[in-house]
């Protein structure tokens, strides 16, 4: 972790964005910004280089074919940094396409703490990260304004607990948003944002060593025993047997299956 900082931060940012990322790091952190994606593609194929933040939306086509090499490259862990739309949410599920890499919503949940911490793990993506480029050939089959709403859900914006706050924030009818969600291949609208929730459960109780019943009232459940009911339900196991009996692999693997439609 530490060596990220050590080294280097290639940036493909817009000027508010660099100021934003340098501002959430410690002195002696270096930061370089790349004018173009050619730039930060062959800057990145050094070996003094150990995580790229970029923006996609400021990418065009020619930009975008270049990044894809780095993004799809499993050496350099990358951050997406970029403002919420339909159509950066259309580029985020592009890249999630190509790998696991996490996102962070400009302006909405990049205060310096959590800009920090999500750059410390960059190498080893968290789960909404990983069940996003696990279905994002799915997610890319949405209507843009669909892919708007269902991104956030992966990052670190707060889950909807309802399904219909999904449809209102769309502007799209219930049963519209359905539909869509059966023909993308997904299990449907609720089921996803089960997924969604229960993929940042993982981090705090596994990693932060946090009291599930405190992780089930931050993620928004009723009740705290409604957490165990849905990770017995949709992962086949309690909270209790998270990274015990049940790994982080298997967590993924079983989330992403349930989002899907069979």
């Given amino acids: 972790i530490a060596s990220i900082f050590r080294v280097r931060i290639l940036t493909f940012l817009p000027d508010d964005s660099i100021v934003a990322l340098r501002s959430a790091l410690a ?93 410390e793990r960059l190498r080893t993506p968290a789960p909404p990260a990983r069940v996003m480029a696990r279905i994002a050939d799915r997610l890319a089959c949405l209507p843009p304004v669909l892919q708007g709403v269902t991104v956030p859900l992966f990052c670190s914006a707060p889950v909807p607990r309802w399904a219909d706050a999904i449809a209102r924030d769309a502007g799209i009818p219930r049963r519209s948003v359905d539909r869509w969600m059966g023909r993308a291949g997904l299990a449907g609208t609720a089921t996803l944002l089960d997924v969604a929730r229960l993929a940042r459960v993982w981090l705090p ?47 993924v693997d079983r989330l992403a299956r349930h989002a899907l439609r069979v």
């Fill in 27 to 119: 002195r002696g952190h270096v930061v370089t910004p790349c004018a173009d994606a050619a730039s930060l593609v062959a800057a990145a194929a050094g070996n003094h280089v150990d995580a790229i933040v970029v923006d996609p939306a400021i990418a065009d086509d020619t930009d975008w074919l270049r990044l894809r090499t780095v993004l799809a490259s499993p050496r350099i862990p990358a951050l997406l940094y970029t403002r919420l739309s339909p159509e950066n949410a259309r580029w985020i599920v592009a890249a999630a396409a190509l790998g696991a890499h996490e996102v962070m919503l400009r302006g909405q949940d990049d205060d310096a703490a959590s800009l920090r911490a999500r750059l």
């Fill in 205 to 251: 109780i596994v990693i932060d060593g946090t009291d599930p019943a405190v992780v089930a009232v931050r993620g928004g459940f009723r009740r705290a025993r409604m957490l165990a009911v849905h990770t017995r339900r949709i992962v086949g196991a309690s909270p209790s047997y998270f990274g015990k009996k049940l790994s982080e692999d298997e967590f």
